[in-house]
């Protein structure tokens, strides 16, 4: 399995500079809680590859997963992987660094 930790500096840009396609495998009350500005909620407890793989064809940017501490996101790698999907990269800081820092969160 192959897993590309990007920091919140990374995550920051790509999704400012419209590149990043950010992919949040907590839990849809999670997000509904809070989420960081621009991601979308794919939940890992009801992963399915060809709704993931419609999801990143469609949208076209660069797909990174998100979770609440990087946990989720890498299971949701080796699921994607597993699934023959060429995902490799997540945000391993996750939600909890992105709050931490006093980013931006929408509800």
């Avoid at 950010?22 to 991601?39: N, T």
């Avoid at 660069?62 to 990087?70: I, K, N």
């Avoid at 790698?77 to 996750?94: K, M, N, P, S």
């Amino acid at each position: 399995m192959t897993v590309v930790d990007l920091d919140r500096d990374t995550v920051k840009r790509g999704l400012a500079d419209g590149s990043m396609l950010l992919i949040d495998v907590r839990e849809d009350y999670e997000f509904a809680r809070g989420h960081i500005p621009g991601s979308v909620s794919f939940p890992l407890s009801t992963f399915d590859p060809d709704a993931l793989k419609a999801l990143v064809e469609a949208d076209g940017r660069r797909p990174v997963f998100s979770c609440a501490s990087g946990v989720r996101s890498v299971n949701a790698l080796a699921a994607a992987q597993g699934a023959g999907l060429d995902i490799t990269e997540h945000y391993a800081g996750a939600f909890k660094d992105w709050y931490a820092a006093g980013e931006p969160v929408e509800a």
